[in-house]
Each structure stands twice: as structure tokens, then as C-alpha cells.
């Protein structure tokens, strides 16, 4: 067993680890940065180091300094959690050569799957299923014309280096071509270092379905069944659920399938997920990419399975056999994730900033709250701004809503502006209840809303008394300072709550 880990990230994410290490009696070293010394990963951890000023570049992205830190403490692993570094081939040869176990899938394999066309041969040579278009980055506007000409518009042009919505660009016919190739490009030079582009079959009103794998250096892969992860915003999820309302039992079997023939294919280790499109009236899935690393949705997955993913990471990058095999792996009940963003909807889901005045997270049976703040956490512009995530258990689907419905509505959060009222518009919208939402949800059923209607029913008496009482506590704060008997901000809050 590892002694001692280091875990290369922050937030929520860091202190999910932090929990996993302690609970095997692993010591858990965390990095931070400036604008992190009061965070709650920073207070749990085991070890905590400062590693840089609060720009990434300058602290949880500088590959030397987090090296440099886990030798000096004497750490084993590094586990990379999502985002920063966790899907960075030479990061993860440098931490090999310096004799550092990291807690993820092989450089190669990375690689491999990181650069979408070439995921996209392996996939076809395996007989994946995968959206018609290029194996290959296109050489020019030219090339991506006769490739549409030959699969029909309308197409997709994406970034080969990289997702998350950046380089993507829908091409309706053959005159939007060019504009649309050099705005691709461009913008995939400028998030991934590389313009490389592909072209696929555009796919109308799909489904997100994924599969978690996951694998041990000893041959055995294994699917932990299926997650809908279709209610998107900017091409990123804020609902996830298991099992996927959207196919039944033998699509199930087909589309899990193929995800452990996929992470075969890739020569995986560790845990990993399979993105797959699913065009429901078709009833066909085509593989979209592989997430080498963690997901930020794992925990429905761990929900409806019993299995903690974390831990079993780190047994595995100890070279231990998984704990289970695929006949022991099952789906019980329903699981629902919301993830809980500072950011303003009505403003075009701008972020939000500003300093935790006061959290208060729902309780109940099967309610689990992955959260990365406390009181007094800063919520800053240099990193992504989720603030927790929100799972519950239900027997059924139906259970699951009702329960995050009323989760939802007990959550308080006051100091910035969340996304809580339209988590729970969205689970009380009909698209929602009767599982007929695609990726486009958001897009068809919220934004002929905004802004002006939008903003109307988005602020309900939840978020207006939470603003009001953030208000009264600045004005308090100043009193406290001037008169050391007035009310505490804690008193406060119990004289004013919550409806």
C-alpha cells in the first residue's frame, strides 16, 4: 500500500481523494496555490504545500514544481483527479522517470486516445461503432467539402486535439464551409496548441450516453454500466443520471459491450470512460471519444454499483487485481447527479466571483454532497467554477427526482450567484421527467426564455432572501467591528431563515 499520495488538484475533486486516501490510511498531500490558502481541501487534507501564485500556469498546471514537491515529501503516487494535468501524456513520463507512480492510464495510451482521429482508427479497426466522417486531421477547407459532399450535410467540424466544445463548429451547407474551417482552427490552436480539425455526420438531437470502465495491469476490463449525461450547457454536463432512462435493456447490453471492446483496443489501465452518441430513433450509438481519468460524474456510477472508483484506482496503480468481476457488478435503483456552478444563467451562464458568505448542504438518506467549499472560500476567475456536486438515490427514477427536487431546495448558498434554480427548472421541466431531452435541451427549451422571462422566474424567494441576508450580514459585519455585543453573523442566520 501507498504511504503517502499526492493528489495534483483542487476543490471538490482533491477533497473526494483526500477521503478515498484517508479511508485506506493513506497519507493525502495536497499542492495550493495563493488564491486557495483558505480552501477546504487545504484544511483536510493531511499535508498541504503551497506550489505558486494563483494562475494555473504558475501552480496546479507547472509540471516541475508538482514533481518537485512529491520527491521532496516523499510521495509514492500523484493522483491527477480531472482537468489540469490528469490527461497529459508528458506529465505523466514525467512522473514514471522520477519514480512516481501515477494514478491513471499509460502515456501511450493517453496519446492514443487524446488525438480523436487516431481514437477514431482504433475504434474502427475494432469494430466500434463511430459517427461517419475522417480518420484523419483535414489538410484544408478543400478536403472538408469533398468529405460532405460524400456523408452529406449538415457535418461537424471538430478539433482532433482536444473537446469540451472548443474547435466544434456545424456546417449546414457547402457555403458556410470556409468561414466555419478557419474559426475551428483557430480556435482549437488556441486552446490545444494544435489547429488540427476532422469532419463527422452531424447527428440530430442525439443522446450523451457513457460507459465507465474500468481495468487492472492484470487483463481484466470491466463496464460499470451506463450514465445519461444529455442535460448540457456550452457542451458541458449538468445533470447526469444511472441507469440512462433513454435505452433498454438490449441497446444496454450492446452499447457496454463495446466500450469494454474499445478500452481492450486502447490497452487500458485504471478507470476510464466511453462517450458514445445515441441516436434514439434510430436506436444506433456511434463512439464519440475516450475520457482517460476520472469523471466528474463517477459518483452516480459508485451510487447504483456500491463500488468506490477512487479506491480502486489507487489499488490498481498498486498492481492489484480488481476487487470484482464483471458477473458481480450490478444496477440497483437510480442515481441523479446536478453539479453546483457559481455562475449567473440569466447573464449567459457567466461566472460567478466572490467570497462564501454562508453553505448550508441538504441532508437526507442517500443524499451525498461532493463539495469543495466552506464559509469563507473564495470563489475566484482562475479556475473552473463548480462548486460541488449534488448525488442522490432513489429506488426508481421517479424517486431519484423527488428526492433532488427537495435536496435542491435545501441547499444554501450565499456570496455568489448558482445555477440551483435552473437545476431544479430543469428536473421539474416535462422534457426532463419523461427522459424525451437530448443535447439540445438546454439550447431548445431555456434560451427562448432568457432574458427577460428567464430572469423573472429564475430568482425565486430562496435566492432573493439569500441575497438580502448577504446584504444584512456586510452591514453587520461593520457593526460587529464597532460594537463587540451586536448579533454574530452565525445568530444571523438562524433569525432569518429559510422558507
Partial sequence: MFE??????RGEIAVRIINACKELGITAAVPYSRADERSLFVKLADEAYFIGEAPASESYLNMEKIISLAKGIGAEAIHPGYGFLAENAEFIRLTEMNGIKFIGPPAETVE??????AARRKMKESDVPIVPGSTRPLKSAKEALEFSESIGYPVMLKAAAGGGGKGMRKVDNPEQMLSAFERAANEALKAFGDGSVYIEKFVE????????????????????????????RRHQKIIEESPSPSIDE???????????????????INAGTIEFLFDAKKKEFYFLEMNTRLQVEHPVT?????????????????????SFNQSEVRQKGHAIECR???????NNFMPSTGVIKHHKAPLGAFVRVDSGIDVQSEVTVYYDPMLAKLIVWGADRKEAIAKMLQALKNYQIAGVTTNLDLLRWVLEHPKFTDASFTINFIEEELFPLLPEKWREELYSKHEIRAAIVAAILKEKRKAIQANKNAVSENNLWELLKYE
Avoid at 503517502?4 to 488538484?9: D, G, M, R, S, V
Avoid at 450523451?208 to 448540457?232: K, T
Avoid at 459508485?302 to 480488481?322: N, P, S, W
Fill in 112 to 117: 492514443l486516445m487524446g488525438e480523436k482521429t
Fill in 205 to 232: 438531437n442525439p443522446k450523451h450516453i457513457e460507459v465507465q470502465i474500468i481495468a487492472d495491469s492484470h487483463g481484466n476490463v470491466v463496464h460499470l454500466f451506463e450514465r445519461e449525461c444529455s442535460v448540457q
Fill in 340 to 346: 453546483i456552478y457559481a455562475e449567473d444563467t440569466a
Fill in 250 to 268: 438490449e441497446i444496454r447490453k450492446a452499447i457496454t459491450r463495446a466500450a469494454v471492446k474499445a478500452a481492450k483496443a486502447a490497452n487500458y
Fill in 4 to 9: 503517502k499520495i499526492l493528489i495534483a488538484n
Fill in 302 to 322: 459508485e451510487m447504483v454499483t456500491g463500488i468506490d472508483i477512487v479506491k480502486e484506482q489507487i489499488r490498481i496503480a498498486e498492481g492489484e487485481k480488481l
